[in-house]
């Protein structure tokens, strides 16, 4: 079974300064999907970034980018130019690219609570 | 506008108590889930739905029923023999033979008294 870890519960960042969420993962398949979600205090999940693992290029979105590492098995979050509305619980996600059977499931980690400081 | 519309959104009970969450999307998507959410805890999976007519239990399924007789309905019923029930709920869903992202709902809060 997949396992999705995120080692740091709390975190804290400057506004405008640069964060970096760690997550890692645990997997035996070559070809599956991450995700960071951003759970703001209204607690509706938001897609924040989407990374295929068969594809090498890091994904980024505006002010959010990932550090996809497939050999270490390290997937972190990078948030730049932080604002306020980044203040957030950030969950780490896995899923599998293979069809069938419980493979359409998204495995989460336990989440990371961003605060972000004026 | 299309969602995943999750009722009520805050929910008390008595132990002893079966209480039914409403999931409705209009997504037209194949596969439905739900998830709890517990402080420190992350999300875990209750059941998952991918066609009508069909589910499976995730990780925590214990104390829990769901049906799926509606492709667009997805309803979870807390029963009374779940231990600890008090926990934020997430329903959602996704196309199934896509990229994989899940569409979340706002959630319910139910509270055991």
């Known amino acids: 079974a997949q396992t999705v870890t995120q080692s740091q519960p709390e975190m804290s960042v400057q506004e405008a300064e640069t964060v970096t969420l760690s997550c890692t993962y645990d997997?035996?398949?070559?070809?599956?999907?991450l995700f960071w979600y951003k759970q703001p205090p209204s607690r509706q999940m938001i897609l924040v970034i989407r990374?295929?693992?068969?594809?090498?290029q890091n994904a980024t979105e505006n002010r959010f980018s990932v550090n996809f590492q497939k050999a270490a098995k390290s997937f972190s979050l990078k948030i730049s130019d932080s604002q306020l509305g980044d203040a957030a619980m950030y969950f780490c996600?896995?899923?599998?690219?293979?069809?069938?059977?419980?493979?359409?499931?998204?495995?989460f980690g336990k989440g990371t609570l961003l605060t972000v400081n004026p | 506008d299309g969602g995943i519309t999750q009722s009520p959104k805050y929910l008390f009970r008595k132990e002893g108590q079966n209480v039914t969450l409403s999931c409705e999307q209009n997504?037209?998507?194949?596969?439905m889930y739900w998830y709890r959410q517990d402080p420190g805890q992350g999300l875990r999976l209750i059941y998952y739905?991918?066609?009508?007519?069909?589910?499976q239990k995730g990780d925590i399924a214990e104390g829990y029923s769901v049906s799926r007789e509606k492709k667009e309905s997805f309803p979870l019923t807390v029963t009374s023999a779940q231990k600890n029930p008090t926990a934020f709920y997430l329903c959602?869903?996704?196309?199934?033979?896509?990229?994989?992202?899940?569409?979340f709902g706002e959630g319910s809060r139910l509270t055991v008294l």
């Open positions: 996600a896995y899923r599998s690219a293979y069809s069938g059977g419980s493979n359409y499931k998204l495995t």
């Open positions: 997997t035996s398949e070559s070809d599956y999907y």
């Open positions: 990374q295929e693992a068969y594809k090498q």
């Open positions: 997504l037209n998507h194949d596969a």
């Open positions: 739905s991918q066609i009508v007519n069909d589910f």
């Open positions: 959602a869903s996704n196309p199934r033979l896509d990229t994989g992202e899940l569409f």
